[in-house]
């Protein structure tokens, strides 16, 4: 449960950051862009909050199957893109079905972006994890 935490912390920090990237690209590239407003920090830190908390959806006691982890990977996806598009509709983010259409496609580039850091990030822990069992195996078939 303890790493499910440090992922979901994780989780928080990596949507805060991609988010705010996805937020201020139309500001920087857009001419004429109507900017958004003072309280919009704020809202993406609570995006943040909320898009991380489905992340307790990985956490298994024991090894999913492969089928049990894509249904899971299938149900926060569509966690997140409910709790977005439910809290962008609260917060008056969009009013147009094309403004939802941009706001849903800004979910899916940020989803897959934490999906790739954290699969690379996993990774890395488990060459390491690997490196270190080998090095292991081979000090002590040494000294046999």
Same mark, same amino acid.
């Given at each position: 449960?303890?790493?499910? #935490?440090?992922? &979901?912390?994780? @989780? %928080?920090?990596? /949507?805060?950051?991609?988010?705010?990237?996805?937020?201020?690209?139309?500001?920087?590239?857009?001419?004429?862009?109507?900017?958004?407003?003072?309280?919009?920090?704020?809202?993406?830190?609570?995006?943040?909050?909320?898009?991380?908390?489905?992340?307790?959806?990985?956490?298994?006691?024991?090894?999913?199957?492969?089928?049990?982890? #894509?249904?899971? &990977?299938?149900? @926060? %996806?569509?966690? /997140?893109?409910?709790?977005?598009?439910?809290?962008?509709?609260?917060?008056?983010?969009?009013?147009?079905?094309?403004?939802?259409?941009?706001?849903?496609?800004?979910?899916?580039?940020?989803?897959?972006?934490?999906?790739?850091?954290?699969?690379?990030?996993?990774?890395?822990?488990?060459?390491?994890?690997?490196?270190?069992?080998?090095?292991?195996?081979?000090?002590?078939?040494?000294?046999?």
């Amino acid at each position: 449960m303890k790493d499910t #935490i440090k992922m &979901v912390v994780s @989780h %928080f920090f990596v /949507i805060t950051v991609c988010v705010t990237a996805a937020i201020g690209i139309p500001n920087a590239f857009i001419p004429d862009h109507k900017g958004y407003p003072t309280d919009f920090p704020l809202n993406i830190l609570l995006i943040g909050a909320t898009s991380a908390l489905p992340s307790f959806l990985f956490y298994f006691k024991k090894e999913p199957t492969r089928r049990q982890f #894509i249904l899971r &990977v299938i149900l @926060h %996806f569509c966690c /997140i893109m409910a709790v977005i598009l439910g809290e962008g509709r609260l917060l008056g983010w969009y009013s147009s079905v094309t403004e939802m259409l941009y706001i849903a496609a800004c979910v899916i580039v940020v989803y897959l972006a934490v999906w790739i850091i954290t699969t690379r990030a996993s990774q890395n822990v488990a060459d390491n994890i690997n490196s270190a069992l080998k090095t292991i195996n081979t000090d002590s078939d040494e000294e046999e």
